[in-house]
């Protein structure tokens, strides 16, 4: 399997709100970051995680494509 391309080496800080949708890139590829504009049907091997925001807050979602608790951010991008 391809490897993600690297967005950013830190998280992205977005507001979400509760009870919303939403579609974190994992490709690496979308000009969205953090989250899906199809950028993924270039490589054909990456979909997009859907995930629902619980509450209304800041979420820190990986911007490395390398963490293990995707969509959010786990720490992998400091030993990058």
Known sequence: MAEAVIAQ??????????????????????????????GHKEKGEFAPVEFLAEETKTYYLCGCKRN????????????L
């Open 9 to 38: 080496k830190e998280p992205y800080a977005v507001g979400l709100e509760a009870g919303e949708s939403y579609y974190w890139c994992t490709c690496g590829l979308s000009d969205k970051q953090p989250f899906c504009n199809g």
């Open 68 to 79: 293990d608790g995707q969509p959010f951010c786990d720490g992998s991008h400091k030993t």
